[in-house]
């Protein structure tokens, strides 16, 4: 099951990275970080993160071309770290990194919606 999601990811990842047409957009920040946000081909944010010294740093957001959310990852000078989420229909994947190499994965599956709007 850890080779098929991971290879799924990596799928994900790959076509995301090659689908970009819409130009991405890059803002300088006075820290010296660089907020960058690329577009699907629709024109909705497909992901937003921030690079130091032109590596991969700090939080990175993916949504789909509806605009929801489908990821969220951590970067260290490039590196994965942190917990990283894999949002896909009615699952929810948690995988852990330490020094860019996976420490655990977790994944919840719920039929039955969070909240409900009854009074």
């Known amino acids: 099951m850890m080779k098929k999601f991971l290879l799924i990811c990596a799928l994900a990842v790959g076509t995301f990275a090659m689908a970009q047409e819409v130009k991405p957009t890059f803002e300088k920040m006075e820290d010296g970080v660089v907020k960058a946000t690329y577009f699907h081909d629709n024109g909705t944010v497909a992901q937003t993160g921030t690079f130091l010294n032109n590596k991969r ?4 957001i993916s949504y789909n071309a509806d605009g929801q959310k489908t990821a969220k990852a951590e970067y260290k000078n490039n ?3 942190g917990k990283w989420f894999f949002w896909t229909n009615d699952q929810l994947t948690e995988v852990d990194y ?6 655990a994965v977790n994944t919840w599956i719920s039929k039955e919606p969070v909240a409900t709007n009854r009074p």
């Not at 740093?57 to 990175?60: K, T």
């Not at 330490?98 to 420490?103: D, L, T």
């Open 57 to 60: 740093h700090g939080e990175w």
């Open 79 to 81: 590196r994965k770290a």
């Open 98 to 103: 330490s020094e860019n190499a996976i420490v």
